[in-house]
């Protein structure tokens, strides 16, 4: 048994090709996408529809609320569990999905760092409001010097969970580094990794020209306006700068046209697309494969990963 991933840069086909695996051998899929885990995040996302869904189920899709917060460790936390209990079913788990990040960290495993609580993360979002982020590194470098070296004043993020960490229990976060393990020693099985792709770059553009007029005939600006009339949603959530919601959300807002808005998400999926092949590009060891049948690339990479 392995654990088969199917990546690759968006509107490549990576769902069709998983949809038609599912048909082949029993699977279980996995969404590896950081938007579709929005429950109403629908349209925007390209999420298969609820008949799909309802046939082909995705662990990871619809499972918290676009005002709330999930992160890289939440999904390999999730992940995980998912994948073990695949295993433990005799299912072929299939991690689908383009966010490199999750991949990534899923791949290397992440150091076991303590969660932080509402409360601690409150208490030091109220200490940067009051003293400024620089005041946060310095009182990080005298806890902790080796995390403040490779923690940039600049990245509040990382400032603040270092600090979180610290008074979660005494410890700097730079001596929970290095101790991650790999997804095939968590599982004990091999990680086979396939990028699903396109031959030229202007089918792909295509394809996600396509892809957006589909998504506006289907109701995606109402979409957006739907979330727009809830008062825990703003546009600077995750869930909310999500590729194609800010620029919807903008066009609502009047400061763009509809026009312009149109040209400002096709821009920035096709931005997205060139991030994740600057990631693919990396990592050599993500087999390629390209097809316009969909049933015949899952053949394919059943037969790549054996029973």
Sequence with gaps: MSILVVTGPTAAGKTAVALQLAQQRPVRLISVDSAMVYRGMDIGTAKPDADT???????????????????????????????????????????????????????????????????????????????GWQALHEELVRVDPVGAAAIHPNNPQRLARALEVYELCGRPISSFWGKAQEASVRHGVPLVEVMIDVEQRQELHRRISQRLDDMLQSGFVEEVSA???????????????AVGYRQVWDFLDGVTGFDLMCEKVLAATRGLARRQYTWLRRWTHVQRFCGADPNELAGRLSKLVGD
């Design 227 to 241: 979330f727009r009339t809830r008062e825990d949603l703003h546009a600077d959530l995750p869930s909310m700068r």
């Design 53 to 131: 869904l309802l046939r082909y189920p995705h662990a990871l899709v619809d499972i918290c609320d676009p005002a709330d917060p999930y992160t890289v460790s939440d999904f390999v936390a999730d992940a995980d569990r998912e994948v073990a209990g695949a295993l433990a079913a005799g299912e072929l788990p299939v991690l689908v999905g383009g966010t490199m990040m999750y991949l990534k960290t899923f791949r290397e495993g992440l150091d076991a760092v303590p969660r932080s609580t509402e409360a601690v993360r409150e208490h030091v979002a109220l200490k940067a409001s009051r003293h």
